[in-house]
């Protein structure tokens, strides 16, 4: 059994320490209120058996709570005083200085907290643990200086999450959809350089890139691009590629026809359109942004937002390239094709792609191979799409997602046109909804009037992150502000005016919907009243949302937050608060969103049809998935849950697995397997434990995580079953 420090270390669990404090503190009172050892030995006895019914590393702060709770039920009042006056003294002595063993700790890898922290980020490259030491720093100025002590509190308890403390000291926004168009077509600058309009599809790929690049090292979220923007390059190279044909046929003294001309340029072309998706596809992986992890960018495709027949038939080409090297995949340092985790692909089902008959159906089913051997696209349907997304016109839009999930309001500008490129989200506060389930013991009324209480906890948290922002000038990122990516400012105008009218979001996130409904009621979201409390309690989210947008002209969204490791956070905060519960706190994370529990049998479409409903009721962002077996050989499948979710769902994805085991060469499943109380990754073949020699893709939060997860997450994915 393991305990993790204070520090973020992780060590061995010593039951000697528990016996040696409270003896410590006993010696420390009056004989007439001291106890017996076998009081001490009986506290530490219980201490050490609630840790171990945890089935996880238990924090230190945990165990001394444990320890209070323990005098307190013995009587012993004035020995809990002492040994409470005692960690208080120590906590003050260490707030002194909060940063110094953190960033040691992560300097020396033995940081388990941050080794865990983020799927995508390597904790050992000295690239990202500058961010990470910079974070630290940015924290500790967040919570001592920067955000009211009440929601630091909050925030520190489990209660609410203020997400990216780490960034919030500078003025950064979240995620963004990068108006590629503009920077390609109008020109943009890189780092003091002059970058014109591209001259071929080639050159247009490699300036996307670095623009990718650029943005990611000026924000803290997600990205998305659409590859209708790089369509029309595609005709700028085919009329170059035409004429120099022409030409070679000219000096060769070949007389050809029209049709040679035609079949030639077409060759070269799509050679162009390969190496063009390539370098997208390599650049990206491979590409360093400022924070040390490759960028997180998502790649849009859809047909329907192509503004003519000819862009939509070369659209078709490039999409159909993505997905070929995708379904390709990169090599590893074996020389051996695996699973990238970026760029995060989404694809749009439509009226030309989703049935057998449809102009573009071959794309589609090029996805469903995609699917099923990497894990991406993911699939919007456009049917559902315009069924809510609806403007103040009346209109339905159909637009991507910024990053994972997280999805702007319709916005419609003074010439009465739709826009989305250029525009962001300020920032994300989540509430733990398990906790106000749990605080309501059942009563419903206390419960509305602790989700009041909550409610604007979390409106207070969502204006530091707005009022942050406040007042930036566009010289504190260039590349969003000034050259396109968001938009034109001048140097030295503030951004304030993109703050308000709908044209940014901030986000209202909310996790644990299926384990507050089990709180309140006893029943699970896949039952009738548990599906219809589930549902009052979305409505009720949204009413607050909608109060504070109408009264400060700002965009508040409800969001179904992607929980990485504070699943893991928030279930450690509930079973120190409320103890082990079954059905509820008896896990090691919680449930994302709205999703219904890993856990859960439930039929593929049957999950699908139920989250719809949850889903459209999260504005500001949420994505479902079904978690299936290696579909390979079985695409038919996969294209029926495709059609499935262009009837039913707005946003949905297919969880697969996609390993290898650089020790043997197996390319299978890797397992997670339970070891002295940790759970650790194994190679079913030959055993290998060896994270550094195994290649693991798994889907955490709607993207694909490639550098493992904490105890809490990979609890989860070990927990999961199939839906198909």
């Known amino acids: 059994m393991k305990i993790i420090k204070r520090n973020g270390a992780e060590a061995v669990f010593d039951s000697g320490k528990i016996y040696a404090a409270v003896s410590k503190a006993n010696e420390a009172v009056e004989p007439i209120h001291r106890i017996c050892d076998d009081d001490i030995r009986g506290i530490t006895d219980r201490v050490t058996q609630m840790c171990e019914t945890l089935g996880r590393a238990t924090g230190v702060e945990e165990i001394q709570d444990m320890v209070e709770r323990e005098l307190m039920s013995l009587g012993a009042y004035t020995l809990a005083k002492a040994y409470i006056t005692y960690r208080y003294t120590r906590e003050l002595v260490r707030k002194s200085n909060t940063t110094d063993e953190r960033i040691m700790s992560l300097i020396e890898c033995s940081n388990e907290d941050i080794k865990q922290e983020n799927s995508n980020k390597n904790p050992t490259v000295n690239s990202i643990q500058r961010d990470y030491m910079a974070g630290e720093v940015s924290k500790d100025l967040t919570t001592r200086i920067l955000l009211p002590p009440d929601i630091v509190k909050a925030h520190e308890e489990g209660i609410i999450h203020f997400h990216d403390a780490d960034y919030f000291a500078q003025h950064m926004h979240n995620c963004d959809l990068v108006n590629l168009e503009d920077m390609l077509q109008n020109g943009t600058v890189i780092s003091g350089t002059l970058i014109e309009k591209p001259r071929s599809f080639a050159t247009a790929c490699n300036i996307a890139t670095q623009i990718i690049a650029q943005v990611a090292s000026n924000q803290y979220g997600g990205q998305s691009i659409s590859l209708t923007h790089l369509a029309p390059f595609v005709d700028v190279s085919r009329r170059k590629l035409r004429s120099r044909v022409i030409s070679e046929f000219k000096e060769a003294n070949i007389e050809c026809t029209e ?109 469903a ?98 009022e942050r922002l406040l007042g930036t000038r566009s010289d504190a990122a260039p590349i969003l502000w000034q050259y396109g990516a968001l938009t034109r400012l001048k140097s030295g105008e503030k951004i304030d005016d993109y703050l308000y009218g709908g044209y940014s979001t901030l986000s209202l996130g909310y996790a644990g919907l299926w384990e507050c409904v089990r709180a309140l ?62 059905g509820i706190t008896d896990r090691s994370y919680i449930t994302n969103s709205y999703h219904v529990h890993v856990t859960e049998e439930i039929d593929a479409f049957e999950k699908l049809s ?75 073949n030959c055993k290998n434990r060896d994270q550094t020699k195994m290649n693991v893709a798994r889907r955490t939060c709607g993207y694909i995580g490639t550098q493992y997860w904490n105890q809490g997450r990979t609890s989860e994915i070990k927990d999961r079953v199939l839906h198909l």
Request: hydrophobic residues 35%; contains cysteine.
């Open 259 to 367: 049709e040679q001309i035609e079949k030639v340029t077409e060759a070269r072309l799509r050679e162009e359109i390969n190496r063009g998706v390539q370098c997208i596809q390599y650049q990206v992986v491979t590409l360093l942004t400022t924070n040390g992890q490759a960028p997180f960018i998502t790649v849009f495709m859809y047909l329907g937002e192509a503004k003519d027949e000819q862009t939509k038939a070369d659209l078709a080409l490039i999409i159909e390239e993505v997905l070929k090297q995708r379904i390709q995949g990169v090599k590893n340092e074996k020389g051996v094709w695996i699973t990238p985790a970026f760029p995060k692909l989404i694809y749009v089902l439509e009226e030309d792609n989703i049935h057998e008959d449809s102009k573009y159906y071959h794309l589609t089913r090029l996805a």
């Open 610 to 684: 139920l989250e719809a409903k949850f889903q459209a009721l999260s504005p500001g962002g949420a994505i479902s998935y079904v978690e299936v077996p290696d579909m390979q050989s079985n695409i038919e499948a996969v294209l029926d849950v495709m059609r499935y979710i262009y009837d039913h769902i707005m946003y949905a994805e297919l969880n697969t697995k996609s390993d290898y085991c650089q020790e043997c060469g197996y390319d299978g499943e890797i397992l997670v397997v339970e070891d002295g109380g940790k759970l650790v990754w194994e190679c079913p």
């Open 521 to 582: 009621s006893g029943k699970k979201l896949t039952e009738p009243e548990g599906e219809a409390l589930g549902l009052e309690i979305m409505h009720m989210l949204n009413s607050y949302t909608a109060k504070w947008k109408a009264a400060e002209n700002i965009d508040y969204s409800l969001y179904g937050t992607p929980l990485e490791s504070t699943t893991y956070k928030f279930a450690k905060c509930l079973q120190s608060r409320f103890g082990i519960i079954e």
């Open 369 to 466: 191979k995609c699917t099923a051997k990497r894990m991406v696209p993911d699939y919007i349907s456009e049917k559902i799409m315009l069924k809510n997304k609806i403007d103040k016109n009346g209109v339905g839009h159909c637009y991507t997602c910024m990053g994972c999930r997280s999805f702007l309001t319709p916005y419609v500008d003074k010439d009465g046109k739709p826009k989305y490129y250029g525009r962001f989200n300020q920032g994300v506060v989540t509430v733990n909804l398990v906790d106000i389930g749990l605080s309501a013991k059942g009563d419903m009324e206390l419960f509305r009037q602790i989700f009041d209480e909550r409610m604007e906890l979390c409106h207070r948290a969502l204006r530091c992150r707005h």
